[in-house]
């Protein structure tokens, strides 16, 4: 199972305001999904594979690979 980081992105706050606009599945995994814990350990927190659905709402973008927006870290070679 893939190690992304998922966070909650600026839309997927407004839609937690409306929780009429997401199903349960989907409204409970944006609550969960931190930035800090892993898809595994969400999966393990909702007893499903979430994967899935952690993918369709960052297509969606409710959201955000955190490991994307980090900036590369420099080599120690070029140092």
Known sequence: METSLYTRTHQAWQAL?????LDR?????LL??????SLREL???LDEDVQP???RLASQGFLQDTRA?????PDDEAA
């Open 17 to 21: 305001a409306r929780p009429d606009g």
């Open 25 to 29: 599945r989907a409204h409970t995994l």
């Open 32 to 37: 969960l999904a931190n930035g800090r814990r």
């Open 43 to 45: 999966s393990r927190l």
């Open 53 to 55: 659905l952690a993918v």
């Open 69 to 73: 927006v980090l900036p590369a870290e």
